[in-house]
C-alpha cells in the first residue's frame, strides 16, 4: 500500500529565515506530487505540482519554490520567510485519474 | 476558471439529524470528488462520482452527481459526532490539478 510522509508536524520560524518542508511517498512510482497552503480550516490553495523529476509546475507566485529530486521526494523551500507564509501545508500524491492523497500535513507558524 | 462553490460554509446540528451539502460549478467536470478532513489532518477522499445522474452510497453517506455534471451533493443520514470535519469537493482542472471548493464545515454535537 501507498503512505505519504510530511516532517516536520510543527514548525516554528521567525520571518526572514529559511524554509525546507519535505513530502515523500512509498508504495508506488512516479506519482504526480503536489503541494497545497490551507488557511484558517478552509479550501486549499495548490503552490506548486510535479509529474516527474525536476519538473515543477508553479501555480501562484510567490516567496517559495519546490524541488523535486528523487522520484517519490518533494520539497517546499523559502530562502525568507514572512509572515503570511503562515499556514497549513499539505502534500499530495496521485496516480492515474485525478483522485490525490494526502499528507498529514505541517503547521507552519512564522513569529 | 473553473470554480467549485460550496454550500453551507458551517453547519452546526445534533446528533441524529440528517443533513445535505452541496457544491455547485457554472462549469461541467468530468468527474467531482469528496473528501472529509479532520482537525490538523490532511483531507481523505471519501469518493468520486464521474457519470451524471450517478448515486453513491458510503454507509450513511449517499453522494450525488447531477445530471449535467456540474453539481453534487453529500447527504449523510443520521449524522453522529464522528461526522465532524470539513466537507470539501474538488473536480479536475486539465490534466493533472484538481480545484477544490472552500468547503462545508460540519459540526455534530452528542
Known amino acids: 500500500s501507498q503512505t505519504i510522509h510530511q516532517w516536520p508536524a510543527t514548525l516554528v520560524q521567525p520571518v526572514g529565515s529559511p524554509l525546507s518542508l519535505e513530502c515523500t511517498v512509498e508504495g508506488t512510482s512516479n506519482p504526480n506530487l503536489y503541494w497545497y497552503r490551507q488557511a484558517a480550516g478552509r479550501g486549499l490553495q495548490l503552490l506548486f505540482y510535479?509529474?516527474?523529476?525536476?519538473?515543477i509546475s508553479s501555480e501562484v507566485p510567490q516567496n517559495l519554490s519546490a524541488s523535486r529530486p528523487q522520484d517519490r521526494q518533494f520539497i517546499l523551500s523559502s530562502k525568507k520567510l514572512l509572515l503570511s507564509d503562515s499556514g497549513f501545508y499539505l502534500c499530495?500524491?496521485?496516480?492515474?485519474?485525478?483522485?490525490?492523497?494526502f499528507g498529514p500535513g505541517t503547521r507552519l507558524t512564522v513569529t | 476558471t473553473q470554480l467549485l462553490e460550496q454550500s453551507p460554509q458551517f453547519l452546526s446540528i445534533q446528533e441524529g439529524e440528517n443533513l445535505t451539502v452541496y457544491c455547485n460549478s457554472s462549469?461541467?467536470?468530468?468527474?467531482l470528488q469528496w473528501y472529509r478532513q479532520e482537525p490538523g489532518e490532511g483531507p481523505v477522499l471519501l469518493v468520486t462520482?464521474?457519470?451524471?445522474?450517478e448515486v453513491k452510497k458510503l454507509k450513511r453517506l449517499t453522494f450525488q452527481f447531477g445530471d449535467a455534471r456540474k453539481d453534487s451533493s453529500l447527504h449523510i443520514t443520521a449524522a453522529q459526532p464522528g461526522d465532524t470535519g470539513l466537507y470539501l469537493c474538488a473536480g479536475p482542472v486539465g490534466y493533472s490539478t484538481l480545484t477544490f471548493g472552500k468547503g462545508t464545515m460540519l459540526l455534530v454535537s452528542p
Open positions: 462549469s461541467v467536470f468530468s468527474s
Open positions: 510535479s509529474v516527474g523529476i525536476g519538473q
Open positions: 462520482v464521474v457519470t451524471g445522474g
Open positions: 499530495a500524491w496521485s496516480r492515474a485519474g485525478h483522485e490525490q492523497y
